[in-house]
């Protein structure tokens, strides 16, 4: 798995990917909430950085033998570990969860690996994004 500079676009963005890809599969809602929502200049990047990070973190789960989705997800993953370490900024931390939420509620399905890696997220990162979910 690449890793991205602390706290960058990037890194915020492979995690906003990675939400899109919990359940197992991307639609075009998802991809329609996502542009909706401005992700990709909420979270700084440059037109059409959040398809190249969200087609890399594809390539980086494919090409490494040892990895697949399952284990990327998994709470006690040394790499989704690493993955959400590389944001420190607890500012940055919640607007991602917030898009991680507008990603993952785009479908108007809450699936158990969503659900899975919110709980990783607010874990991780000490948030509460049940309190959000409930409200919106």
Excluded at 36 to 65: H, K, M, V, W
Excluded at 75 to 100: F, G, N
């Amino acid at each position: 798995m690449r890793t991205y500079t602390s706290n960058s676009p990037q890194a915020a963005g492979r995690i906003v990917a990675i939400a899109l890809l919990a359940d197992g599969h991307l639609n075009s809602s998802e991809l329609a909430a996502v542009h909706r929502a401005r992700i990709a200049e909420r979270l700084g990047l440059a037109p059409g950085e959040f398809s190249t990070i969200l087609r890399e973190l594809c390539e980086d789960l494919l090409t490494n033998a040892n990895m697949d989705w399952s284990d990327a997800c998994k709470l006690d993953s040394d790499i989704m570990q690493q993955v959400l370490l590389e944001l420190e900024d607890p500012v940055l931390r919640a607007e991602v969860l917030s898009l991680c939420l507008v990603a993952i509620h785009a479908d108007r399905h809450l699936s158990e690996s969503e659900a899975q890696l919110l709980a990783v997220l607010s874990k991780s990162w000490q948030a509460n994004p049940w309190q959000r979910l409930l409200a919106s």
